[in-house]
């Protein structure tokens, strides 16, 4: 069965930094160009950022560029969301997320099949 499993969230001051990860299994990992999506208080899902395949093209958010990071290591089945500078409006429950089709052309926008349970982040001071 396909699983994502994320993980890192917490508290985070702004200004400060945070890691999410994210654990894939079932399925082959390198042939799915992946996605970060959130989900803030009240509000509906917001697209983050992607990464193909290879991880040689990224994507991500008006509203995340130049402070998030998205990598993924297709050795070990991971993908991560590197935050930098988070801000309060970044606050949300952070989901990684499977792209449906599979090939190196997909940037990963969508439509998503699998969804893993969601971390919280929560940016305060």
């Known amino acids: 069965q396909v699983q994502l499993v994320e993980s890192g969230g917490g508290l985070v001051q702004p200004g400060g930094s945070l890691r999410l990860s994210c654990a894939a299994s079932?399925?082959?990992?390198?042939?799915?160009?992946m996605s970060w999506v959130r989900q803030a208080p009240g509000k509906g899902l917001e697209w983050v950022s992607s990464?193909?395949?290879?991880?040689?093209?990224?994507s991500y958010a008006d509203s995340v560029k130049g402070r998030f990071t998205i990598s993924r290591d297709n050795a070990r089945n991971t993908l991560d969301l590197q935050m930098n500078s988070p801000e309060p409006e970044d606050t949300a429950v952070y989901y990684c997320?499977?792209?449906?089709?599979?090939?190196?052309?997909?940037?990963?926008?969508?439509?998503?099949?699998?969804w893993g349970q969601g971390t919280q982040v929560t940016v305060s001071s």
């Open positions: 997320a499977k792209d449906r089709d599979t090939g190196r052309g997909n940037n990963g926008w969508g439509p998503y099949d699998y």
């Open positions: 990464i193909n395949i290879d991880g040689g093209s990224t």
């Open positions: 079932g399925f082959t990992f390198s042939s799915y160009a």
